[in-house]
């Protein structure tokens, strides 16, 4: 894991720049928000996500996240279907915020081309590189 100013960028991750991360487990990939971006929306009060079952298509929403400051799109990192959501959410919406890595996880998803999906977004490396321009933009 690398910190660029307070925020954490792990290992293992893909990064998507509408600020969603994407982590392949086996033949599934769970997705999530990155550090930045729940640190920017402040707290989360209140996550819409679609059902088990519902297809997801790369750059297109899925959901909504809804802080104190701003309601947001979620933006898919990658396409397929959905398999699991953090039904978690519903009730502690707040899980973001507090551990947007691990029980804040979104949506898990069965990818229909994974291959084709993880090259149009951010590996670890480039990922940190795009994190310190946000650092400077910041």
């Given amino acids: 894991m690398v910190k660029v100013e307070d ?15 994407a982590k392949v487990e086996g033949d599934k990939v769970k997705i999530g928000m990155i550090d930045f971006a ?11 996500l679609p059902s088990a079952g519902d297809e997801v298509t790369q750059n297109e929403p899925f959901g909504t996240l809804e802080s104190v400051k701003a309601v947001s799109d979620l933006i898919a990192p990658i396409s397929g279907t959905i398999e ?16 947007p890595y691990g029980e804040g996880w979104l949506i898990i998803v069965t990818p229909t081309n994974l291959d084709a ?12 590189a795009w994190h310190k321009e946000l650092a400077q933009e910041g």
């Fill in 7 to 21: 925020c954490e960028v792990p290992e293992n991750l893909y990064y998507h720049k509408e600020y969603l991360w």
């Fill in 84 to 99: 699991t959501v953090n039904e978690e959410l519903e009730s502690k919406p707040e899980l973001i915020n507090e551990d």
């Fill in 117 to 128: 999906d993880l090259k149009n977004i951010l590996d670890f490396d480039a990922a940190v």
């Fill in 38 to 48: 729940q640190k920017q929306l402040n707290d989360i009060v209140y996550v819409e």
